[in-house]
């Protein structure tokens, strides 16, 4: 089994920064692309931004310059720096994480338990 924990929400005034980490533990072989989505309430879960286990990033053009991803592959971790926060980055975060199994060498997707973002004056 693999878990995946989140830590780093909170509320924050427009214009402030945040960031976020997610951390997988357990049965883990490698990991492979790593990303953090967001769902506000009533709304899809949407992508915010990705990383390749060889470090190309991607990012949704709404938190483009002003949110950065990275990945610390010896920890199995990934986290996510939130600068210039405006009030529709309000959301609940979610880190994803393609994990290969050790045991089973086989490639299997994980989401984490979710991290609020609030961003209000």
């Known amino acids: 089994q693999v878990q995946l924990v989140e830590s780093g929400g909170g509320l924050v005034q427009p214009g402030g920064s945040l960031r976020l980490s997610c951390a997988a533990s357990?049965?883990?072989?490698?990991?492979?692309?790593m990303g953090w989505y967001r769902q506000a309430p009533g709304k899809q879960r949407d992508l915010v931004a990705t990383?390749?286990?060889?470090?190309?990033?991607t990012y949704a053009d709404s938190v483009k310059d002003r949110f950065t991803i990275s990945r610390d592959n010896a920890k199995s971790a990934v986290d996510l720096r939130m600068d210039s926060l405006k009030p529709e980055d309000t959301a609940v975060y979610y880190c994803?994480?393609?994990?290969?199994?050790?045991?089973?060498?086989?490639?299997?997707?994980?989401w984490g338990q979710g991290t609020q973002v609030t961003v209000s004056s």
């Open positions: 990383i390749t286990s060889g470090g190309t990033t």
């Open positions: 994803n994480i393609d994990v290969r199994q050790r045991i089973t060498g086989a490639w299997l997707n994980y």
């Open positions: 357990g049965r883990i072989f490698s990991i492979g692309a």
